[in-house]
């Protein structure tokens, strides 16, 4: 029907291996692109932007950043929060001492501080593997938070502790502060996350793809072959911390605005892994479903008693949806524990060969 | 100079300065120590039967001492609310065997994991919706937990035991014991064993892997509500109480994730060391509240050394 590939002819290798193997699939990212780039933004209203498209378009990068790590190279980190708050720091850093710096720039920056903590907390992977490595992950995540809180030259010796992001404007337009546009901010974003994820899509793809696909399925047997364990394994830290950097640097400066440590807590590296997890580890796509399932989720909750005509205390709503979600949570993993992505692929399989069941 | 001397001279001439002091701090740790290893064992009875990592312990402590707090405030008397905590706990550990476990039999680690986090999740809403999310006192004397305290004089200085530590102490001790005892001398706690030791002959020999996952998840409610008295009585209940299980973690590093010797050791040391590091170190040197990472630090740095703990099961791989 829609996915009929009768007539779509390979006549080489290089066309059978091709990012788009299907032209469907190609037309469909070019719809979704289209509703990224014009359509959503210019009918969003402020509570859209806010609530979800900057939230998934963030999460959506954090949790590339963490599938890199864990889903890619199978090196599982509870340890997220604390990295995004790294970046986010750096760039608060960068801003204040160089004010002239273009927030591009900064932002993509601030990844490389996070990237060079993430190695020096990655270190410990080459001797620990499983749940004792997520566990060693948590010391990064409980070690930074709070030297967020006692390094007072980190957020600039303000009595409050916290960081204010300042007005910043990118080529004249204000993209980070009180006076920044929504629809800028989505636009700064938007660049930044497409960017990485083009590059991020190829990696995968490649050659150090492969090697981090090996390392994962079994490290000995990718040592074996002449893999570079060391290489590997940091370079994945590396990687996946930057980009994680990135995110938590347009996490505060694009969309909080502000930031306490205890922003970047355990709770913020969990609810990166349930995307990743629940989008699928180990696909790119699925990044963007969990991501948009955990944004959109709390949004539709706290709406459906008003609709319905339920009148629940706000506080209990809150409670009720923590229990939600725990809930399904569960379902999905039940479900389909290879996450959304998997989900898609078998849907996606069907139409390939419809109207045959096999 | 000054600074190392700060490091390795100082806070050793205070120790011995002060040896009643001393003494204190480690009766303090010991007392948190052994919490810790008591969740810590809670973890390591389920890691060992079924390969899962049960992140869900901690909430199942708080779980716990609410739902006996709010049980003894709609009038029950306090040893009956005790018991009716305990079918609540049953309750929980069939249902998360039913729903949970047996579709998800055979699944990678890390969805299991992911799994016991949505159990977190789940009943942190549940526990704030039934009962509130504000403190509540935790019934101590009603339970008959003495308090007040016992002061000894050491070296001539002044050293200060709560009632209450001691308590649970002594009372940790039993638990500990009883479960060693459980698991050595009983069929449930052979077959629990067996279980650990390789899935597949224990299945063969008839072992019910249903049955022995819903007694594993039980004795670890029950060693949840031992672990929920004793600290919301030292601290109140709420669910700040969660974060405990964030210090269990890095006593599973120390002790290995398989070992109930590991737990219970690297639960104490945890507790001891921690303490000491704030109060000598800490403090006057870097600002304080160290012990948020202490541990995992402490226990990263062995981890370097011995990759499955110190007490865990030699990791063997092949290709």
């Known amino acids: ?358 | 100079m000054e600074m190392l001397s700060k490091i390795f001279v100082e806070p050793f001439a205070d120790m011995v300065a002060a040896p009643d002091f001393l003494m204190q701090v480690i009766w303090e740790g010991l007392v948190s120590g052994v919490l810790y290893a008591l969740i810590a064992l809670g973890f390591v009875l389920i890691f060992r039967s079924s390969r899962i990592f049960n992140f869900a312990q901690g909430i199942m402590v708080v779980f716990a001492a609410l739902t006996l707090v709010g049980l003894h405030a709609m009038g029950i008397p306090a040893w009956v609310s005790v018991a009716l905590t305990l079918v609540v706990m049953f309750i929980i550990a069939v249902a998360i065997e039913r729903i949970v476990l047996r579709p998800l039999v055979g699944q990678p680690d890390i969805i299991l994991f992911m799994a016991t986090i949505g159990i977190t999740l789940f009943l942190v809403g549940t526990g704030e919706t039934i009962f509130g999310g504000e403190n509540k006192v935790m019934i101590t004397s009603e339970l008959g937990i003495p308090t007040g305290d016992v002061v000894l004089e050491p070296f001539g200085g002044f050293l200060l035991l709560q009632h209450l530590d001691i308590t649970v102490v002594i009372s940790a001790a039993l638990l500990v014991c009883a479960l060693l005892v459980f698991l050595g001398k009983t069929q449930m706690g052979r077959a629990i064993r067996a279980l650990g030791d390789d899935h597949q002959a224990a299945l063969s020999v008839g072992i019910s892997l249903q049955t022995i996952w819903v007694l594993v998840w039980f004795v670890s409610g029950i060693i949840a509500l031992v672990t929920g008295i004793a600290w919301g009585a030292r601290a109140g209940v709420s669910f700040a109480l969660e974060i405990i299980a964030f210090k269990a973690l890095p006593v599973l590093m120390l002790g290995g994730l398989e070992s109930i010797t590991g737990a219970i050791i690297g639960g104490l040391a945890i507790g001891v060391l921690e303490k000491m590091f704030e109060i000598y170190w800490g403090q006057p040197l870097l600002g304080g509240n160290t012990e948020v990472w202490f541990a995992y630090v402490l226990a990263l740095g062995v981890l370097l050394f011995r990759p499955q703990g110190l007490f865990g099961e030699k990791i063997i791989e092949r290709v």
């Open chain 1, 1 to 358: 029907m829609l996915y009929r590939i009768a007539g779509q002819f390979k006549t080489s290798y290089q066309k059978d291996q091709a990012l788009f193997p299907v032209q469907q699939d190609a037309w469909l990212l070019g719809i979704i692109l289209l509703f990224a780039w014009l359509i959503l933004p210019l009918t969003a209203s402020e509570f859209v932007f806010q609530t979800l498209l900057i939230p998934v378009l963030i999460y959506a990068l954090a949790a590339t950043g963490l599938n890199i790590l864990t889903g890619y190279a199978g090196q599982l980190s509870l340890g997220t929060g604390a990295f995004m708050g790294v970046g986010a720091y750096a760039c608060y850093k960068m801003v204040t001492i160089f004010p002239d710096l273009n927030l591009f720039i900064a932002v993509l920056l601030s990844g490389t501080f996070s990237a060079m903590v993430g190695v020096a907390f990655g270190l410990p992977s080459l001797r620990i593997k499983g749940f004792y490595l997520a566990i060693a992950t948590l010391a990064a995540q409980f070690f930074l938070i709070w030297l967020f809180e006692k390094w007072a030259w980190l957020y600039n010796y303000n009595a409050s502790g916290a960081i204010q992001v300042p007005n910043l404007d990118v080529f004249g337009i204000a993209v980070a502060g009180p006076l920044a546009t929504s629809m800028a901010q989505y636009y700064f974003i938007l660049i930044v996350v497409t960017l990485i994820t083009v590059l991020v899509i190829n990696l995968t793809r490649g050659n150090q793809g492969r090697i981090w696909k090996a390392t994962r399925d079994m490290d000995i047997a990718a040592e074996l072959i002449g893999i570079n364990l060391l290489k590997s394994k940091l370079m994945a830290f590396a990687v996946s911390s930057y980009i994680v950097g990135v995110a938590g640097a347009m996490f505060v400066f694009l969309w909080r605005g502000a930031a306490e440590p205890n922003l970047f807590d355990i709770e913020l590296s969990f609810r990166v892994l349930f995307i990743a997890i629940i989008g699928g580890l180990g696909s790119i796509l699925g990044n963007w479903l969990g991501a948009i399932l955990i944004v959109a989720l709390p949004v539709i909750l706290n709406t459906v008693p008003g609709v319905v005509g339920l009148e629940i205390k706000s506080a209990t709503v809150e409670h009720i949806n923590v229990m939600i979600i725990g809930a399904l949570i569960i379902f999905f993993l039940i479900v389909e524990p290879h996450g959304l992505a998997r989900l898609w692929a078998l849907i996606r399989e069907k139409l390939l060969i419809w109207p045959f069941p096999h």
